[in-house]
T-cell receptor, first 111, second 113 residues
Framework: KNEVEQSPQNLTAQEGEFITINCSYS?????LHWLQQHPGGGIVSLFM???GKKKHGRLIATINIQEKHSSLHITASHPRDSAVYIC?????????????FGKGTKLSVKP | EAGVTQSPTHLIKTRGQQATLRCSPI?????VYWYQQALGLGLQFLLW???????NRGNFPPRFSGRQFPNYSSELNVNALELEDSALYLC????????????FGDGTRLSIL
């Protein structure tokens, strides 16, 4: 069964804290995505990666293919980072295009 | 560049009716994906279209169907609506190639009374 597991489910942080959200998956993938969903429902793609590490501003995403694990880090967190962060994967074969999602991590950053 | 657009924003139906949701992808994108996000549940894959063909289908009953038009826009049709079909339906588009980022629309919120 193809599963994507995220932790923690909920996370509350103080402004300025370093945040880590974890994602693990059960079988080999062709790519992993980190998405951000704000309360209105709109989803923004933050990163797509198949190896190594990517950085965009205060956000860093890493992936370890051997361990089937990825992390999303937020440095110097800010209240505007409050959102649901979702890990999603592309599995190979005929289902290569569509995404399979984790249940999301709800992040709340307090001022 | 216009993003992925979905219509309508909200749709209210009653049990047994049929609903049609529409999606226009980003210009140049040939792949369109439909996802369902029911309250309290995560995002689930519904359908994937590329170049007018259905490429993959999620674990949903046949009353969920769709199509992709020659201009790459897409429709999602849901027949014989049930209460549990109430959800946010998101459309995404991408270039057709392995492992492309997907760009999401703002969704259609379907409410079944």
């Amino acid at each position: 069964k193809n599963e994507v597991e995220q932790s923690p489910q909920n996370l509350t942080a103080q402004e300025g804290e370093f945040i880590t959200i974890n994602c693990s998956y059960s079988v080999g993938i062709s790519a992993l995505h980190w998405l951000q969903q704000h309360p209105g429902g709109g989803i923004v793609s933050l990163f797509m990666l198949s190896s190594g590490k990517k950085k965009h501003g205060r956000l860093i995403a890493t992936i370890n293919i051997q361990e089937k694990h990825s992390s999303l880090h937020i440095t110097a967190s800010h209240p505007r980072d409050s959102a649901v962060y979702i890990c999603a994967v592309n599995y190979g074969g005929g289902s290569q295009g569509n995404l399979i999602f984790g249940k999301g991590t709800k992040l709340s950053v307090k001022p | 560049e216009a993003g992925v657009t979905q219509s309508p924003t909200h749709l209210i139906k009653t049990r047994g009716q049929q609903a049609t949701l529409r999606c226009s992808p980003i210009s140049g994108h040939t792949s369109v994906y439909w996802y369902q996000q029911a309250l309290g549940l995560g995002l689930q894959f519904l359908l994937w279209y590329d170049e007018g063909e259905e490429r993959n289908r999620g674990n949903f009953p046949p009353r969920f169907s769709g199509r992709q038009f020659p201009n790459y826009s897409s429709e999602l049709n849901v027949n014989a609506l049930e209460l549990e079909d109430s959800a946010l339906y998101l459309c995404a588009s991408s270039l057709w190639a392995a492992n492309q980022p997907q760009h999401f629309g703002d969704g259609t919120r379907l409410s079944i009374l």
